[in-house]
T-cell receptor
Framework: GAVVSQHPSWVICKSGTSVKIECRSL??????MFWYRQFPKQSLMLMAT?????????EQGVEKDKFLINHASLTLSTLTVTSAHPEDSSFYIC???????????FGPGTRLLVL | SQQGEEDPQALSIQEGENATMNCSYK?????LQWYRQNSGRGLVHLIL?????REKHSGRLRVTLDTSKKSSSLLITASRAADTASYFC????????????FGSGTRLQVQP
């Protein structure tokens, strides 16, 4: 099956710093990538939808200036959490979709802890 | 926003028993999917059922969909300790938007 990787798998940072998370589709070209956030013992919440070469579409309540998404190629999308604060501590998961196919392939997630 | 609810929130059974999880959603859908998530890990796609389908099987999994009630169920037969995980339903709306909207999840514990 299709493989999606995320890097780093976990990160600890100080409050006020920025953190970049990469999401890569390893064996297919992903026209669309999605970013989700999951707080402990909760479900996944969609943050934004990213199409290659265009601006991301953010969900209501997600600050686009705080969560910068770049999808510069068909195999890479990045999420940058700018000026991270402790409340941004969460599990961030990306998924990738090929064309109009229905299945989304999920990355293993990145655990962010902001001190 | 979160689409709907799953019940039960948590389920503990013995190995060999069947596990049934239910999912309700709120809007019209194109398809509904079930995912498994082991603790602190990514999601694994289990099965997809389209809005014009009522039942689907895959190995020990059986999924039903009732669009009139906006509900779905996932049945895992002859459960194994390795089935211990959280299970989420997720819907794709029929508006053309391709993002998944997840349910609240069921934490399944299978006792050996």
């Amino acid at each position: 099956g299709a493989v999606v990787s995320q890097h780093p798998s976990w990160v600890i940072c100080k409050s006020g710093t920025s953190v970049k998370i990469e999401c890569r589709s390893l064996d297919f070209q992903a026209t669309t990538m999605f970013w989700y956030r999951q707080f402990p013992k909760q479900s996944l919440m969609l943050m934004a939808t990213s199409n290659e070469g265009s601006k991301a579409t953010y969900e209501q309540g997600v600050e686009k200036d705080k969560f910068l998404i770049n999808h510069a190629s068909l195999t890479l999308s990045t999420l940058t959490v700018t000026s991270a604060h402790p409340e941004d501590s969460s599990f961030y998961i990306c998924s990738a979709q090929l064309g109009a196919q229905e299945t989304q392939y999920f990355g293993p997630g990145t655990r962010l802890l902001v001190l | 926003s979160q689409q709907g609810e799953e019940d039960p929130q948590a389920l503990s059974i013995q190995e060999g028993e069947n596990a049934t999880m239910n999912c309700s959603y709120k809007t019209s859908i194109n398809n509904l999917q079930w995912y498994r998530q082991n603790s602190g890990r990514g999601l694994v796609h289990l099965i997809l059922i389209r809005s014009n389908e009522r039942e689907k099987h895959s190995g020990r999994l059986r999924v039903t969909l009732d669009t009139s009630k906006k509900s779905s169920s996932l049945l895992i037969t002859a459960s194994r300790a390795a089935d211990t995980a959280s299970y989420f339903c997720a819907t794709v709306s029929d508006t053309g938007r391709r993002a998944l909207t997840f349910g609240s999840g069921t934490r399944l514990q299978v006792q050996p």
